[in-house]
T-cell receptor, first 112, second 114 residues
Framework: SQKIEQNSEALNIQEGKTATLTCNYTNYSPAYLQWYRQDPGRGPVFLLLIRENEKEKRKERLKVTFDTTLKQSLFHITASQPADSATYLCAMLGSNTGKLIFGQGTTLQVKP | NAGVTQTPKFRVLKTGQSMTLLCAQDMNHEYMYWYRQDPGMGLRLIHY???????AKGEVPDGYNVSRLKKQNFLLGLESAAPSQTSVYFC?????????????FGPGTRLTVL
């Protein structure tokens, strides 16, 4: 079955450093991947979408890559700030349902 | 614009009780979704709707029913609540022709079934 996995361990980094989060998928080649941010007690908020024919997408301090050979997407936050602390979810478009399949999320903690 | 709103925010039920969760959106979106979020499992799709009067099953539909009588509202019903339905429920919506398929989420309903 199609699976999408994120590192369940929290990522702790120092302010100013680059945070890198990983999303791996198996048994499928999605047309695109999305990344969402979720703060405690709130719903996810859309950040970026990257399509299968795009290697990289940028938005301000965010950068997403998509490697269809490795079946992996990397999400980078450069010059990280404590305000970037949140859980980040990746999601892919499932082939059978045409609906999003979400990863479990990785929690990022940026320390001042 | 309020975006996507959910009612109630919190609820505690006893096993066997029923309840309805209400989702409303004011963005004129065609598509609406109900997810549940459990620790370590990510968001899982319960039911969804591609338009007024239509609904379909998602990944985990058992024990839930939905209705979409009006375009702006999507109701999720639990007929006979079970402890396994303790979760945080999120509603989402999106425009049919959105270029990036962005889903807009509500703030969630935290449900505990005793």
């Amino acid at each position: 079955s199609q699976k999408i996995e994120q590192n369940s361990e929290a990522l702790n980094i120092q302010e100013g450093k680059t945070a890198t989060l990983t999303c791996n998928y198996t048994n499928y080649s999605p047309a695109y991947l999305q990344w969402y941010r979720q703060d405690p007690g709130r719903g996810p908020v859309f950040l970026l979408l990257i399509r299968e024919n795009e290697k990289e997408k940028r938005k301000e301090r965010l950068k997403v890559t998509f490697d269809t050979t490795l079946k992996q997407s990397l999400f980078h936050i450069t010059a990280s700030q404590p305000a970037d602390s949140a859980t980040y979810l990746c999601a892919m478009l499932g082939s059978n349902t045409g609906k999003l399949i979400f990863g479990q999320g990785t929690t990022l903690q940026v320390k001042p | 614009n309020a975006g996507v709103t959910q009612t109630p925010k919190f609820r505690v039920l006893k096993t066997g009780q029923s309840m309805t969760l209400l989702c409303a959106q004011d963005m004129n979106h065609e598509y609406m979704y109900w997810y549940r979020q459990d620790p370590g499992m990510g968001l899982r799709l319960i039911h969804y709707s591609v338009g007024e009067g239509t609904t379909a099953k998602g990944e985990v539909p058992d024990g839930y029913n939905v209705s979409r009588l009006k375009k702006q509202n999507f109701l999720l019903g639990l007929e006979s609540a079970a402890p396994s339905q303790t979760s945080v429920y999120f509603c989402a919506s999106r425009h049919k022709r959105d270029r990036v398929d962005e889903q807009f989420f509500g703030p969630g309903t935290r449900l505990t079934v005793l």
